[in-house]
């Protein structure tokens, strides 16, 4: 039998089961409780609670849109911008020798979250796919959370300042 110690998990399997939209959730909370990086008027960035690596982010129009055929042309544009600016900060900060981009549409295709549409973007390193993730199916954090954050969190602000026309997070 494998084991993996995750006791931070308890506190999601014991917790009442909200019927709520975790990403429209996100933009009703502060910006570091939330996990959100950046928000704007059409579309938002903010941290996987559950990575698949460092520094896995979730792209995702701010509008509640359950289908990508729904999604506005002002709004897919807005998810392309952010997604070109996150890879920019992800290779500042991660120095990443690549990127998985993707999206999970509907339950058979992997989607956890169906009734929010959102990009998944996740920096890649040679070698990421280590001893631990081949022969232990185990895929190893290195940092917390709030350590993602506050590393990622200074450039997306600093991008959203008012001089650019959205407002900066708080």
């Known amino acids: 039998m494998k084991q993996l110690w995750a006791p931070w998990r308890r506190e999601y ?17 502060s910006p570091k409780d939330s996990l959100v990086l950046s928000q704007g008027a059409l579309s938002f960035v903010m ?16 509008r509640h849109v359950p289908q990508l055929e729904d999604v506005r042309d002002p709004e897919m544009t ?23 981009l993707g999206m999970n549409l509907g339950k058979v295709a992997g989607a956890g979250v169906e009734e929010h549409v959102h990009f ?10 280590n001893f631990m993730s081949v022969l232990g199916e ?9 350590l993602t954050w506050e590393s990622l969190a200074p450039l997306f602000q600093k991008e959203m300042a008012p001089s650019h026309g959205s407002p900066m997070l708080e």
């Open 13 to 29: 399997i014991l917790g009442p089961k909200v019927q709520t939209c975790i990403f429209c959730d996100a933009l009703s909370g």
């Open 138 to 146: 185990t895929r190893v954090i290195s940092e917390s959370l709030l």
């Open 120 to 129: 998944h973007l996740l920096p890649r390193w040679n070698g990421d796919s």
């Open 78 to 100: 807005d998810l392309m911008v952010r997604i070109r600016q996150s890879i920019r900060f992800l290779k500042e900060i991660y120095r990443p020798d690549g990127f998985n």
């Open 47 to 62: 941290l996987n609670k559950y990575p698949y690596n460092n520094g896995h982010l979730l792209i995702s129009p701010c």
